[in-house]
């Protein structure tokens, strides 16, 4: 019996108008049902993230479409061999799946499984991890007997709501409690002369957030992975955390606040965070 819900394979690079027409419209309607506040992200921004040559991750990607109409969109990724931190994930899948609303409970997210397993097998990959915030995917990973390994928490602040007075209050207290430390802000990339000695600092805080049992690999972020990870044009914070040495100093009051006053400069109107607990 052959499966109407046919996964093809998608290569980013190649991909023509009528692919990305398709796909621009489900990223746009899942936006609106998972973060309706959320602005999107330009096309032509996501595009060029998607066709460019990552030389730390290998991608997966592929869409089960009728038509003119995305149903249903799966990527996964996996450290590339050679890329830092690949001998301690190289056994890792890392999976992300969904199904367009109006075509659920008709069999489409299980005709993914088959393709995991197909991935998985040809790759050697033994541990697939996927993520979910949404309760029916809690319930479809439960009914394929998967564990939770990890649970977050997503956040957001409002920048019009926050008292800037506490906030300044807050760096001034800071800079009297502790004046070596500093807050530095940079646009664009950081300067040259630093990624040596920013890269392996970046590398040891990493690998001391709290995973719970997550099997997750050691991070590695040797300087010319810096030099050549591009930029998107979006305005977005994608990691603000504290050394285990600064966790117990004022290291967090300067600069936390002075990151939300420096955000607020930019222009967006909230600022998102993830936190793993633990």
Same mark, same amino acid.
């Given at each position: 019996?052959?499966?109407?819900?046919?996964?093809?394979?998608?290569?980013?690079?190649?991909?023509?108008?009528?692919?990305?027409?398709?796909?621009?419209?489900?990223? #746009?309607?899942?936006?609106?049902?998972?973060?309706?506040?959320?602005?999107?992200?330009?096309?032509?921004?996501?595009?060029?993230?998607?066709?460019?040559?990552?030389?730390?991750?290998i991608h997966y990607r592929y869409e089960i479409s009728d038509g003119a109409k995305m149903l249903s969109w799966?990527?996964?990724?996996?450290t590339r061999p050679g890329a830092p931190g690949y001998d301690t994930s190289q056994h890792l899948l890392w999976v992300e799946g969904s199904v367009h609303r109006d075509h659920r409970r008709r069999g489409i997210g299980q005709?993914?499984?088959?393709?995991?397993?197909?991935?998985?097998?040809?790759?050697?990959?033994t541990t697939v991890g996927i993520e979910c915030e949404e309760e029916s995917g809690h319930a479809f990973l439960r009914w394929i007997g998967a564990e939770a390994k990890f649970t977050g928490a997503e956040n957001r602040l409002k920048l019009a709501d926050v008292d800037w007075a506490m906030m300044r209050r807050w760096v001034e207290e800071g800079r009297t409690r502790s004046p070596e430390t500093k807050f530095e802000s940079y646009d664009g990339r950081l300067p040259e002369s630093m990624l040596e000695d920013y890269a392996p600092q970046l590398s040891s805080m990493l690998n001391t957030m709290p995973w719970e049992d997550l099997d997750h690999g050691e991070s590695g972020s040797p300087a010319w992975t810096c030099?050549? #990870?591009?930029?998107?044009?979006?305005?977005?914070?994608?990691?603000?955390?504290?050394?285990?040495?600064?966790?117990?100093c004022t290291t967090p009051l300067t600069a936390r606040p002075s990151f939300i006053r420096a955000s607020r400069a930019c222009g967006p109107t909230r600022v998102g965070g993830a936190l793993g607990s633990g």
């Open positions: 019996m052959t499966n109407r819900w046919t996964p093809v394979e998608i290569d980013a690079a190649t991909a023509g108008p009528d692919f990305w027409t398709r796909y621009h419209a489900y990223r #746009r309607l899942r936006l609106a049902e998972t973060r309706p506040d959320d602005p999107i992200r330009p096309d032509r921004v996501i595009e060029d993230g998607m066709k460019r040559n990552d030389p730390f991750e799966f990527s996964a990724e996996a005709s993914w499984i088959p393709l995991v397993l197909e991935i998985m097998n040809r790759q050697a990959y030099r050549v #990870r591009p930029g998107t044009g979006c305005s977005r914070a994608s990691l603000t955390g504290s050394s285990p040495q600064s966790q117990t």
